[in-house]
């Protein structure tokens, strides 16, 4: 099973500020394979990003997602008010089939 | 619009069961599959599985294989996931999603508001 590591554990930053957080995989993965969801508190989560770095219906331009091989990054180029959540990184195996997720990164004021 | 609603909130006795619901609305239910996963408080998101709602066909992880089923009515939209022999540490909130196409690979596109299973003697 692929493990997912997100750092940092907690990003503290202010609106207008620019957010990078990484994802690293233990084994190289697809760049089809990986995705982004921001969760807030008393919401399900949302998708951001699929397939690395294709934005989800409805996601603002200010969120981008990159990497390749074992290295993924979602950026978020300034931070709104509402951006202000708990980010997971999320892959996908075709063999065998399977989903894991990241441990989360909170980007907080 | 796209709509997700799951069954509510319920308290279990340790080595019981529970059954979800998840009953789609605003889209094709045959045309995307439906992804199940959990999150304990404090914890990330896990992954429990999936079914193309075309054929039937499931994929579980390995952790749940022996203890959880997940089904469809075709015929209600509806979408089915059962816990069995539960355990203080199913303590979650179960989440049913939408994928974004019926095969892989496989991302969690729309979300039901999320179902709370209190396990507790």
């Known amino acids: 099973e692929i493990v997912l590591t997100q750092s940092p554990g907690t990003l503290s930053l202010s609106p207008g500020e620019r957010a990078t957080l990484s994802c690293r995989a233990s084994q190289t993965i697809t760049y089809y394979s990986l995705a982004w969801y921001q969760h807030k508190p008393d919401q399900p989560p949302r998708l951001l990003i699929y397939g690395t770095s294709s934005r989800a219906s409805g996601i603002p331009d200010r969120f981008s997602g990159g990497g390749s091989g074992t290295h993924f990054t979602l950026t978020i180029s300034r931070l709104e008010p509402e951006d202000f959540a708990v980010y997971y990184c999320?892959?996908?195996?075709?063999?065998?089939?399977?989903?894991?997720f990241g441990g989360g990164t909170k980007v907080e004021i | 619009q796209i709509q997700l609603v799951q069954s509510g909130s319920e308290v279990k006795k340790p080595g019981a069961s529970v059954k979800v619901s998840c009953k789609a609305s605003g889209y094709n239910f045959n045309k995307y599959a439906i992804l199940w996963v959990r999150q304990a408080p404090g914890q990330s998101l896990e992954w429990m599985g999936w079914?193309?709602?075309?054929?039937?066909?499931?994929e579980y992880s390995q952790k749940f294989q022996d203890r959880v089923t997940i089904t469809t009515d075709t015929s209600a939209s509806t979408s089915y996931m059962e816990l069995s022999s539960l355990r203080s540490d199913d303590t979650s909130v179960y989440y049913c999603a939408r994928g974004l196409t019926i095969f892989g690979p496989h991302y969690f596109a729309s979300w039901g508001q999320g179902t709370l299973i209190t396990v507790s003697s």
């Open positions: 999320q892959q996908y195996e075709d063999s065998p089939p399977g989903v894991t």
């Open positions: 079914i193309n709602t075309v054929n039937g066909n499931t």
